[in-house]
């Protein structure tokens, strides 16, 4: 199993709609959480960080279920310019290392 | 205010040939890292620097080498590549190792296209 696993998708969405994606994570004593956008052919950016209580940032919203072991992203209104491929990322226990996991990423595309 | 820099940004390279990616951050970070990116694998630790003058293997060390010149640059080497080698490779930085709160965000460089044949 992979150590985080995200819907390769694409997700096909129109504009205006909500799209929501999970990612799930095997090692349940990781300690922080994160979702990056990667738009095509481009480096990774860091989008925002997961916390426990969930955290919102304009029209994304982003869930951390622990017992479940997975986080989600939430996406309301989606634009255009929201197609991209949204990466799922994990650290490790404290003291484990330096290391972040990444997902496989999920693919958005938003269409007219 | 350039942030990550990697040169350079495309390269093909025959079977055996050796190679270098350059990377370099103006950010003052403390912390270098090299991924790999492959379809559906999502990225993948080669090599990371936590700080100046010292280097530690990530999940895929295999086939690479790595220099960290000093505290901006920071440079991985392949010594005789190998197709499996083709990937798109990113360099990144951050301000201090994971263990320090607060400090996650990695700024990626552009990366790097390389096709071994």
């Known amino acids: 199993r992979k150590e985080v696993e995200q819907d390769p998708g694409p997700f096909n969405v129109p504009e205006g709609a909500t799209v929501a994606f999970n990612c799930t994570y095997s090692?349940?004593?990781?300690?922080?959480f994160f979702w990056y956008r990667q738009d095509c052919r481009k480096e990774p950016k860091l989008l925002m960080s997961v916390y426990s209580s969930g955290n919102e940032d304009g029209r994304f919203t982003a869930q951390l279920n622990r017992a479940s072991q997975y986080i989600s992203l939430l996406i309301r209104d989606s634009k255009l310019s929201d197609s991209a491929t949204y990466l799922c990322v994990v650290t490790p226990p404290r003291n484990a290392g330096n290391m972040l996991t990444f997902g496989g990423g999920t693919r958005l595309m938003v269409k007219p | 205010n350039a942030g990550v820099t990697q040169t350079p940004k495309f390269q093909v390279l025959k079977t055996g040939q050796s190679m270098t990616l350059q990377c370099a951050q103006d950010m003052n970070h403390n912390s270098m890292y090299w991924y790999r990116q492959d379809p559906g694998m999502g990225l993948r630790l080669i090599y990371y620097s936590a700080s100046e003058g010292t280097t530690d293997k990530g999940e895929v060390p295999n086939g690479y080498n790595v220099s960290r010149l000093n505290k901006r640059e920071f440079s991985l080497r392949l010594e005789s590549a190998a197709p499996s080698q083709t990937s798109v490779y990113f360099c990144?930085?951050?301000?201090?190792?994971?263990?320090?709160?607060?400090?996650?965000?990695?700024?990626f460089g552009p990366g790097t296209r390389l096709t071994v044949t």
């Open positions: 090692n349940s004593a990781s300690q922080s």
């Open positions: 990144a930085s951050s301000e201090a190792p994971l263990r320090r709160r607060g400090s996650y965000e990695q700024y």
